[in-house]
């Protein structure tokens, strides 16, 4: 820090004059990506000392804080009137009981003072003998005692004197004056010598003084005695009048640090008489001016997430560019808060019924808006959260039922499969195309390779749904893969929980995953299951959110190490979820970029463009139902199973010919199907036979085809671009 002017700590604090002087809290702007701990106050350089300037007339008025600030000024009037009324109560019992204390202090005192038992104290020898120094003793007290014969005397006659010439009421305002010295000298004391007012604990609304901050850390044992905090900034209003806010070091010496304050938040909120979730401690880091004593404090004058959410900004949206942050919600301060999901993945947890999965539609919704997003998505509880995704989605799973869960792996397979393209395909290019081996937007459209969400919500429902270790262990696997790869390739999975625990979701999964959000949990060690291990002492702690209906969508949000931040979540109710859907099926259609199960069925969209699907083509096709690749032997048993009479002799050679007369490339002819290579086909290859305009008018339960007979064919992602 710069040279510090200490100023007297006349309120219990030491105030420092420093960089954190400069302009009291800048307000942050959106959070990009990466939320970092609260924000301070932020200064652009060490601030030069202000020279001192002789008051002009012309000046400003500076008034009070309580004068300016409605919120202050109510809530001193509410404590005013709180505390007479209770002093007015208390005093009908406490008052006599204070004059007779302190009546009996005052005596003691002046039976010692009359005695001079402060000048034998002094006059003793070592052993506790006075000897002659008795008589000096002696003198005093006659003294002492003719000055408190002469008050008493002179006092007695000024009262007869008063009460004939004036009246009988001065005697009687005499004794109440003295009844109210002794009241106030027997008035019971707070510990730390603090006067209790009205036996009330301080409101943070009306005032926040240092006192009341050395007071609180001291309680949770975070200064020793004498030792008070350093206040880089003055306690002062927050801009938006919503609290009380400031920049505070740990004294040196004690051996605390910031890390150590924010572990004892819930201490620290009870000694400030606030609930945790109105307290925000953060440490200030080096980039900011800070090191490892720094705090940034606010204390909030109520919750600060009360009060309905705000609407989501994607509802008006007519499309969006995922590469860029998903308006997410706001913190405590009001402040937005956007998440940036490009090369990270998520995980969503927390108590049934509290938001998670609402949250985690914002990043679908702002997903869908892109077209050049190819959502992949399971639900595993098979609800009405997400059924409108099915006119968008390239591969969409609903339910945990036995055919559900060989989809949902058959999804993942797929998944698999096209990360490694992506990534043979991205080590095949130039360094000057692609520099870091990542997926860029150039590359994404030179080379049709949609950015992919792979979202899974109430993930326990598939691992429960499995009875075999060794398969559940496999699907672990899968989903770890791409989680730990897919970002790279431009695969951003989210999976979301209800029971973040170690059977519903392993930690070997959970570990892997960049960012978390977690809303209410029932205790610490429910929350760090899902924010992960510590995070609860470093203040990420979602079991301090409320049962009540106002944390419904509120819960913590943790982007790295130790950067974390409180968020409740914009709202995107069902109806309006629909309708994103409905335009991002839109603009897919528009662009050519609608492929998969969204694009229903082929038939009868074949038709509607003139095209008939050969008869081969459409058998293959419904015997791979919602699976990606099969083996050329369970193939042809499912094509018997379709028409014994046709297919009852075919043989894989047979089978090929067909394909290839009906217009199917073939990209390979082994795949891989749970680690073992095998003679098969791709679903990929049979949809490249079929005319894009085809494929992008196939409509969907509920999602009907909105592009126009006018419109031009699109082509579909996947295939090669026309030159």
Known sequence: MTELDEAPAAHGGTVVTGPWAAEPMVEAGPVVGEVLPAAGPVAAGPVAARPAVPLRLDDPLRLPVWMTDRAVARARARRAGLVAGRLAVRSTWRTPAAVARGSWQLGRWWWMWVRAEDLAVELRDPAGRLGKEIFVVREHRKARWIISGGVFGGSSLAEA??????????????????????????????????????????????????????????????????????????????????????VLDLPRGAGKTAAHAIAKLDVLAAELGVDEIQLILSRVRAHEGGHGRRLSLWVADDDPYLGTPIRSQLIDLDRFDFWKPVPFGRDARGNRIDVLLLWQSAFFGGLPRRGKTFSMRLLVAAAVLDPWCQLWLA????????????????????????????????????????????????????????????????????????????????????????????????????????????????????????????????????????????????DKTSSDMVLGDGKARAGADASILSESEHHKGVGVLVTGPASFVVVKADLLENPDFEAVCQRGRELRLAEGTLTGEACGDLASAAASVRFVIPTVIADVLEAFGRRSRMWTEDLLSALVNIDEDTYGEWDGTRLASELEDAGVVRSMKQVKIDGENRAGWLLRDLEGAIPPEALAARPVDGAPSTRAASEPPATPLGSTPAP
């Not at 019971?188 to 943070?204: F, K, N, Q, S």
């Open 379 to 522: 639900d595993g509880k098979g609800g009405a959260d997400f059924r409108a995704v099915a006119g968008v989605a390239h591969r969409y799973v609903s339910g945990a039922d036995p055919d559900d869960l060989t989809a949902f792996e058959a999804m993942l397979d797929e998944l698999i499969s096209e990360m490694s393209r992506r990534f043979a395909l991205l080590a095949s290019l130039p360094a000057s195309v692609c520099p870091q081996g990542k997926l860029t937007p150039e590359i994404m459209r030179r080379y049709r390779l949609p950015l992919i969400p792979l979202v899974i919500d109430e993930l326990q429902e598939y691992f429960e749904a499995v009875e075999d270790e060794k398969d559940r262990q496999r699907i672990i696997g899968k989903l770890a893969r791409i989680a730990r790869r897919g970002p790279a390739a431009g695969i951003m999975p989210v999976y979301a929980s209800q029971r973040p625990d170690a059977k519903s979701v392993p930690t070997k999964l959970r570990e892997i995953v960049t960012y978390r959000y977690c809303t209410q949990v029932t």
């Open 161 to 246: 004197l008063g009460a004939v010439m004036v009246g009988d009421w001065l005697p009687v305002l005499s004794v109440a004056v003295g009844a109210g010295a002794a009241g106030l000298a027997g008035r019971r004391r707070a510990p730390g010598g603090v006067l209790a007012v009205g036996g009330m604990e301080p409101d943070p609304r009306a005032d926040l003084a240092p006192e009341h901050l050395n007071a609180a850390f001291r309680a949770a044992g975070l200064l020793k005695p004498g030792t008070t905090l350093v206040l880089c900034a003055p306690i002062v209003r927050d801009r938006h009048g919503r609290g009380w806010e400031t």
